[in-house]
């Protein structure tokens, strides 16, 4: 028996977007916004109006919101469909053509249908006992209990450690710096993601629910249990509003596109960011810091390593042993304009480190606070809290003179240098004080209220200053924090990972669950970031699996004192050279699925569910990924093997080893070498993957020549893939780009390739390019009508 209070709710109104409830004891009004045919959405308000009247998390296609967020209530850019609204003596029912919500009168618990040839499913429901926490029975937080089935697979929550099905975790909502974090059982970590997708495995329906709220909290996903209740699971934050969103699939690609849409478009990269970029610690923080960062240069042409940035660590701001944002250590960096100069004539582009706590002995501190720039306490006094070198202030960015505060010192202390981006770094906003108070606009509140939006206001800050600084330019930004849209500014990285064998594995499903929560260009600092050196073959490894994720990047700060570089063990140079090489031959290919994540919101790094739903066995526990449409990835992530037993989804056609061309058939299992130079990997059968052919090294990294290597189907079959093109560098992607899409049709007797270009705004630098049937295929191949023989190119 439910001995819950009886809150009685009844129709308020009904407007185009949304049905309005109320309950008259409690002064609650119940909003259910039918956004999509499948898509609602559920916000509970006071009679006062809502704690929180903004959001910075939802822009629906948009690549941007205001500085001071966007309306909570505003429905723009949702379609809004017809809705249809039934009420019995007991229900209200508000359902479009595909998704129904059935609402009890007493306790406002719903029931969620989809429709099934013609027939409404149920696929979710609030938990029947006690769903919300209206008047305080269930403690001071805010919660929502669903009813959980023990087979249920849960994936998502951002960036979370563990295994990628979630089912039966307890997880904290909260950044933290969680440096040198076991990738295998630590939480939180530094980004704060209320958004998960349920998976019904019998059924194979999968739905997504989004928790629109900034404060710390918890989900639940099974650990609990109660005797006074069936399984539930549930969410739980500190303070705001309840204000969730119902995403009905079908599949989970599904739910992660129209996530991934409505939280904001994911920034295209300019092309040069898709290669290796250097960083370490030990560089700035040496006492001839730009001698060692020069150093560096030499040492990549020497080895012969192909990169394209560098990460400058915090080191260059400096003061004695501390460190001091947009400060330059002129003993280390006694000409910082000349340093990123060299750089670039190289080649490579600059990433600097700012961070957004000011110790108190920071040259600027009195100035910022007498502005009174900085998060206060209770009192109306700056706010102190524990930072790096000792106490430290955080800038209030919800100030707006703050925020150009930030945005004039990106511009006037690094781009102007010549620093071509900004590396947003400790930005988890560890503040623990619930007295502390932010300007809010003009609106002050309670910090804790809105604490994940802070990540996301100082990238915004920043890709501001980068925007304006060179309005013909992409900004490009990395962040280790963030919130929800992130995705709208920056690249980011799961922090500050231990060196240990695990590390590689667990790393790959902490990166897919962040894939899986919209946020696609993504990586891990390769080798490990904090603990001993990697040995030897640990290392290699570890380049093998990073070189393909969105972000390449290695990066330490060893115990030992030693670095992490790609020349630190001699014989394994040649090696980690190579594959190096080989993501720069794969350019084309990456850069085309950033934009498929652009346009598409379509994820980069993948599990190999998403595209292959129907293979149950693609659900079993793994450590595969896919990269991009046709590239399945079978990392290395245990020491002292020489191959790797990996599972082939099914697929017409089935798949081949990338390198050898041998063929596996589909919905079967396949043992792979695994050498030291070559990551493991299977193509899909009909796969065509774009490459640059040309024989690149660090003197001559602008060569391009465009080839495209073909994996044909042995099975009569017609595929099509379209080649992405532009400057790699412009703005404005959409209007200046050119399109190559070939067509390969299987006969049996030829392999039959048309191509047809497309160019809008933009000229392709390039009138020929070479196919290269990679298969021990013996049909002959035609491009465009011209029988190839001799391995030529030919004009497409």
């Given at each position: 028996?439910?001995?819950?209070?009886?809150?009685?709710?009844?129709?308020?109104?009904?407007?185009?977007?949304?049905?309005?409830?109320?309950?008259?004891?409690?002064?609650?009004?119940?909003?259910?916004?039918?956004?999509?045919?499948?898509?609602?959405?559920?916000?509970?308000?006071?009679?006062?109006?809502?704690?929180?009247?903004?959001?910075?998390?939802?822009?629906?296609?948009?690549?941007?919101?205001?500085?001071?967020?966007?309306?909570?209530?505003?429905?723009?850019?949702?379609?809004?469909?017809?809705?249809?609204?039934?009420?019995?003596?007991?229900?209200?029912?508000?359902?479009?053509?595909?998704?129904?919500?059935?609402?009890?009168?007493?306790?406002?618990?719903?029931?969620?249908?989809?429709?099934?040839?013609?027939?409404?499913?149920?696929?979710?429901?609030?938990?029947?006992?006690?769903?919300?926490?209206?008047?305080?029975?269930?403690?001071?937080?805010?919660?929502?209990?669903?009813?959980?089935?023990?087979?249920?697979?849960?994936?998502?929550?951002?960036?979370?450690?563990?295994?990628?099905?979630?089912?039966?975790?307890?997880?904290?909502?909260?950044?933290?710096?969680?440096?040198?974090?076991?990738?295998?059982?630590?939480?939180?970590?530094?980004?704060?993601?209320?958004?998960?997708?349920?998976?019904?495995?019998?059924?194979?329906?999968?739905?997504?629910?989004?928790?629109?709220?900034?404060?710390?909290?918890?989900?639940?996903?099974?650990?609990?249990?109660?005797?006074?209740?069936?399984?539930?699971?549930?969410?739980?934050?500190?303070?705001?509003?309840?204000?969730?969103?119902?995403?009905?699939?079908?599949?989970?690609?599904?739910?992660?596109?129209?996530?991934?849409?409505?939280?904001?478009?994911?920034?295209?990269?300019?092309?040069?960011?898709?290669?290796?970029?250097?960083?370490?610690?030990?560089?700035?923080?040496?006492?001839?810091?730009?001698?060692?960062?020069?150093?560096?240069?030499?040492?990549?042409?020497?080895?012969?390593?192909?990169?394209?940035?560098?990460?400058?660590?915090?080191?260059?701001?400096?003061?004695?042993?501390?460190?001091?944002?947009?400060?330059?250590?002129?003993?280390?960096?006694?000409?910082?304009?000349?340093?990123?100069?060299?750089?670039?004539?190289?080649?490579?582009?600059?990433?600097?480190?700012?961070?957004?706590?000011?110790?108190?002995?920071?040259?600027?501190?009195?100035?910022?606070?007498?502005?009174?720039?900085?998060?206060?306490?209770?009192?109306?006094?700056?706010?102190?809290?524990?930072?790096?070198?000792?106490?430290?202030?955080?800038l209030d960015f919800t100030n707006p003179d703050a925020f150009n505060w930030w945005k004039d010192q990106v511009k006037e202390q690094l781009l102007a240098y010549g620093i071509e981006s900004t590396w947003n770094d400790n930005n988890e906003y560890e503040i623990w004080n619930h007295g502390a108070q932010v300007h809010g606009f003009g609106n002050k509140r309670d910090f804790q209220s809105i604490r994940a939006v802070f990540p996301l206001l100082m990238m915004k800050a920043s890709f501001e200053a980068q925007e304006e600084h060179d309005q013909n330019q992409r900004p490009f930004l990395i962040s280790r924090s963030g919130a929800p849209g992130m995705q709208r500014?920056?690249?980011?990285?799961?922090?500050?990972?231990?060196?240990?064998?695990?590390?590689?594995?667990?790393?790959?499903?902490?990166?897919?669950?962040?894939?899986?929560?919209?946020?696609?260009?993504?990586?891990?600092?390769?080798?490990?970031?904090?603990?001993?050196?990697?040995?030897?073959?640990?290392?290699?490894?570890?380049?093998?699996?990073?070189?393909?994720?969105?972000?390449?990047?290695?990066?330490?700060?060893?115990?030992?004192?030693?670095?992490?570089?790609?020349?630190?063990?001699?014989?394994?140079?040649?090696?980690?050279?190579?594959?190096?090489?080989?993501?720069?031959?794969?350019?084309?290919?990456?850069?085309?699925?950033?934009?498929?994540?652009?346009?598409?919101?379509?994820?980069?790094?993948?599990?190999?569910?998403?595209?292959?739903?129907?293979?149950?066995?693609?659900?079993?526990?793994?450590?595969?990924?896919?990269?991009?449409?046709?590239?399945?990835?079978?990392?290395?992530?245990?020491?002292?093997?020489?191959?790797?037993?990996?599972?082939?989804?099914?697929?017409?056609?089935?798949?081949?080893?990338?390198?050898?061309?041998?063929?596996?058939?589909?919905?079967?299992?396949?043992?792979?070498?695994?050498?030291?130079?070559?990551?493991?990997?299977?193509?899909?059968?009909?796969?065509?993957?774009?490459?640059?052919?040309?024989?690149?090294?660090?003197?001559?990294?602008?060569?391009?020549?465009?080839?495209?290597?073909?994996?044909?189907?042995?099975?009569?079959?017609?595929?099509?893939?379209?080649?992405?093109?532009?400057?790699?560098?412009?703005?404005?992607?959409?209007?200046?780009?050119?399109?190559?899409?070939?067509?390969?049709?299987?006969?049996?007797?030829?392999?039959?390739?048309?191509?047809?270009?497309?160019?809008?705004?933009?000229?392709?630098?390039?009138?020929?390019?070479?196919?290269?049937?990679?298969?021990?295929?013996?049909?002959?191949?035609?491009?465009?009508?011209?029988?190839?023989?001799?391995?030529?190119?030919?004009?497409?």
């Amino acid at each position: 028996m439910n001995i819950q209070h009886a809150y009685q709710f009844a129709l308020k109104e009904k407007n185009e977007a949304h049905v309005t409830f109320y309950n008259e004891e409690s002064q609650l009004f119940a909003h259910i916004y039918v956004l999509e045919q499948d898509l609602f959405r559920v916000l509970f308000e006071k009679q006062e109006g809502l704690q929180l009247p903004t959001t910075w998390s939802i822009a629906p296609g948009e690549s941007d919101v205001e500085l001071t967020g966007r309306p909570r209530k505003e429905t723009t850019g949702f379609s809004c469909p017809t809705y249809s609204y039934h009420e019995t003596e007991t229900t209200f029912e508000v359902s479009t053509e595909t998704l129904k919500a059935t609402i009890e009168k007493e306790g406002f618990k719903i029931k969620w249908s989809r429709k099934d040839t013609n027939v409404w499913v149920v696929f979710a429901e609030d938990r029947e006992t006690q769903a919300y926490n209206y008047n305080g029975e269930l403690g001071s937080t805010i919660k929502h209990y669903l009813r959980r089935e023990i087979t249920e697979q849960y994936f998502g929550l951002g960036e979370r450690t563990g295994s990628l099905n979630r089912h039966h975790g307890r997880y904290r909502n909260i950044t933290i710096d969680a440096m040198g974090y076991d990738a295998e059982f630590s939480d939180p970590l530094y980004k704060h993601i209320p958004f998960y997708i349920t998976r019904n495995p019998k059924s194979g329906f999968s739905y997504g629910l989004f928790y629109d709220n900034l404060a710390p909290g918890y989900f639940d996903l099974g650990r609990e249990l109660d005797n006074y209740h069936s399984l539930y699971r549930y969410f739980e934050a500190e303070s705001g509003d309840l204000d969730y969103y119902m995403l009905a699939g079908p599949t989970v690609k599904d739910v992660v596109q129209t996530y991934t849409w409505m939280t904001g478009t994911t920034a295209m990269p300019p092309k040069w960011s898709l290669g290796y970029s250097g960083s370490t610690m030990s560089y700035t923080d040496a006492p001839n810091a730009q001698e060692q960062l020069q150093q560096f240069i030499t040492h990549c042409e020497e080895h012969d390593i192909l990169c394209d940035s560098f990460q400058l660590s915090s080191g260059y701001t400096s003061i004695d042993d501390k460190r001091y944002v947009f400060h330059w250590n002129k003993e280390k960096f006694p000409d910082a304009k000349q340093l990123a100069a060299d750089f670039k004539a190289k080649g490579l582009r600059l990433a600097a480190n700012i961070k957004p706590a000011f110790l108190r002995s920071h040259p600027e501190y009195d100035e910022l606070e007498k502005q009174q720039f900085f998060i206060q306490n209770e009192h109306g006094e700056t706010e102190l809290a524990q930072f790096w070198d000792g106490g430290g202030a955080y800038l209030d960015f919800t100030n707006p003179d703050a925020f150009n505060w930030w945005k004039d010192q990106v511009k006037e202390q690094l781009l102007a240098y010549g620093i071509e981006s900004t590396w947003n770094d400790n930005n988890e906003y560890e503040i623990w004080n619930h007295g502390a108070q932010v300007h809010g606009f003009g609106n002050k509140r309670d910090f804790q209220s809105i604490r994940a939006v802070f990540p996301l206001l100082m990238m915004k800050a920043s890709f501001e200053a980068q925007e304006e600084h060179d309005q013909n330019q992409r900004p490009f930004l990395i962040s280790r924090s963030g919130a929800p849209g992130m995705q709208r500014y920056v690249q980011t990285w799961t922090g500050d990972n231990r060196t240990e064998w695990k590390t590689i594995r667990y790393n790959i499903k902490t990166g897919l669950g962040l894939t899986l929560s919209g946020i696609h260009n993504i990586g891990h600092d390769v080798g490990g970031f904090a603990g001993p050196k990697p040995d030897e073959e640990l290392f290699v490894r570890w380049v093998q699996n990073g070189v393909f994720h969105p972000r390449f990047t290695i990066h330490s700060w060893n115990e030992d004192e030693t670095v992490n570089e790609p020349w630190m063990y001699k014989e394994a140079t040649p090696a980690i050279r190579k594959l190096i090489q080989l993501r720069s031959m794969l350019t084309p290919y990456w850069y085309t699925a950033f934009y498929q994540s652009h346009t598409e919101h379509e994820p980069i790094m993948k599990p190999t569910f998403l595209d292959f739903e129907d293979d149950q066995k693609s659900w079993e526990e793994n450590d595969d990924f896919l990269v991009g449409p046709s590239l399945l990835v079978a990392s290395v992530v245990e020491p002292d093997v020489t191959e790797r037993k990996v599972y082939a989804p099914i697929h017409a056609g089935g798949w081949f080893d990338f390198y050898r061309g041998t063929h596996v058939e589909g919905g079967s299992y396949t043992t792979l070498p695994a050498p030291l130079d070559e990551t493991p990997l299977l193509v899909k059968a009909g796969a065509i993957i774009p490459i640059n052919e040309a024989p690149r090294t660090f003197k001559e990294k602008d060569k391009d020549d465009r080839a495209f290597l073909l994996y044909p189907s042995k099975e009569n079959a017609q595929v099509s893939y379209t080649l992405y093109e532009d400057d790699g560098i412009s703005r404005h992607v959409k209007e200046s780009h050119a399109t190559v899409t070939v067509t390969m049709e299987t006969t049996d007797e030829s392999i039959l390739i048309k191509t047809d270009v497309s160019e809008m705004g933009y000229n392709l630098p390039y009138t020929k390019a070479r196919f290269n049937v990679k298969t021990s295929d013996t049909r002959e191949l035609y491009v465009n009508g011209q029988l190839i023989k001799n391995n030529e190119q030919v004009s497409i």
